[in-house]
């Protein structure tokens, strides 16, 4: 079992910054792809950034991409999402996801099977 708690969500204004922590605990996450993901009320949870195992490879979608940082610290068990120019469409409830079965960058939520409880980001213009 892999336990996931995200912090570091709030509200700030657009333009701003937040950096978001997905701190792991229950097994080392060092071998599995990471993600984060995003949902606002009445939509499907959209993916927005993927790191491999090591850290060496990260992907970003489109609509954050220049803006937002996905990384990770094996030691400490931890991921992160660094997000910056904040706009008021990137409000929602952001969520980490741990994808045991996979190494590398993965995009597909299907094969996301760990997640936390989710953090909101609010940015007012």
């Known amino acids: 079992q892999v336990q996931l708690v995200e912090s570091g969500g709030g509200l700030v204004q657009a333009g701003g910054s937040l950096r978001l922590s997905c701190a792991a605990s229950?097994?080392?996450?060092?071998?599995?792809?990471m993600g984060w993901f995003r949902q606002v009320p009445g939509k499907e949870r959209e993916f927005v950034a993927s790191?491999?195992?090591?850290?060496?490879?990260?992907y970003h979608a489109d609509s954050v991409k220049g803006r937002f940082t996905i990384s990770r610290d094996n030691a400490k068990n931890t991921v992160y999402l660094q997000m910056s120019s904040l706009k008021p469409e990137d409000t929602a409830v952001y969520y980490c996801?741990?994808?045991?079965?996979?190494?590398?960058?993965?995009?597909?939520?299907?094969?996301?099977?760990?997640w936390g409880q989710g953090t909101q980001v609010t940015v007012s213009s």
């Open positions: 229950g097994r080392a996450i060092s071998a599995y792809a």
């Open positions: 790191i491999d195992w090591s850290g060496g490879s990260t």
């Open positions: 996801a741990a994808a045991t079965s996979r190494t590398r960058i993965t995009i597909n939520r299907g094969l996301y099977d760990y």
